[in-house]
């Protein structure tokens, strides 16, 4: 079975902080992808990876940015959160145009 | 206009109901996923699906390329179906693996 497991369902954190969101696959997958997802918008694509160290913005890439140095992991950062960023965020992981596996999420709230 | 619609947003049903959710989409596509979201986050992929029907179990997928829709039908819904189900799309433009989400179906079968 795929797993794709997120560093923490729950975060709470201050304006202006630093945010790491750690993602991990164990399928040798060559794509990762971080998502947010909100009431009323669906998930929209944040920053997409499809070889480590290459990384290609998504639909909403501003005031985020992503690491991919192994293969398996794919850190999502948020430089200085703002408490627009809350929302839930959701990493995935696949082979090229096939089935995304997608992590539990992690709900994050800024205040 | 959202490149892809659901309808209907909200459904309730009573137990062994037959359930249609409906996707259109506006642009040409290799290929349609239906993904089910649990409450808690989870995503996991239902069904793939590039030309015809695919089943699995109670659910079944039909997809019209011509005519840019896809259906998700669930037959005897049973409570565990209470979910909010996802259509998604892979464009022909653009990167291979990238997907563009609607905003789901929220299900509840009630007894």
């Known amino acids: 079975d795929v797993k794709v497991t997120q560093s923490s369902r729950y975060l709470v954190k201050r304006t202006g902080e630093k945010v790491f969101l750690e993602c991990v696959q164990d399928m040798d997958h060559e794509n990762m992808f971080w998502y947010r997802q909100d009431p009323g918008l669906g998930l929209r694509l944040i920053y997409f990876?499809?070889?480590?160290?290459?990384?290609e913005k998504g639909d909403i890439p501003e005031g985020y940015s992503v690491s991919r140095e192994k293969k398996e992991r794919f850190s999502l950062i948020l430089e200085s959160a703002s408490t627009n960023q809350t929302s839930m965020y959701l990493c995935?992981?696949?082979?090229?145009?096939?089935?995304?596996?997608f992590g539990p999420g992690t709900r994050l709230l800024v205040l | 206009k959202n490149e892809v619609e659901q309808s209907p947003q909200n459904l309730t049903a009573q137990e062994g109901e037959f359930i249609t959710i409906n996707c259109s989409y506006s642009?040409?596509?290799?290929?349609l996923h239906w993904l089910q979201q649990h409450p808690g986050g989870g995503i996991v992929s239902l069904f793939m699906?590039?030309?015809g029907k695919k089943k699995h179990g109670r659910l079944i997928a039909t997809i019209n390329i011509q005519e840019k829709h896809s259906s998700l039908h669930i037959t005897a819904s049973h409570p565990r179906d209470s979910a909010v189900y996802i259509c998604a799309v892979r464009p022909l433009r653009g990167t291979a693996s990238k997907l563009t989400f609607g905003t789901g179906t929220r299900l509840q079968v009630t007894l």
């Open positions: 990876s499809y070889d480590v160290k290459m990384k």
């Open positions: 699906l590039s030309s």
């Open positions: 995935a992981s696949s082979w090229t145009e096939e089935t995304q596996y």
């Open positions: 642009v040409g596509i290799s290929a």
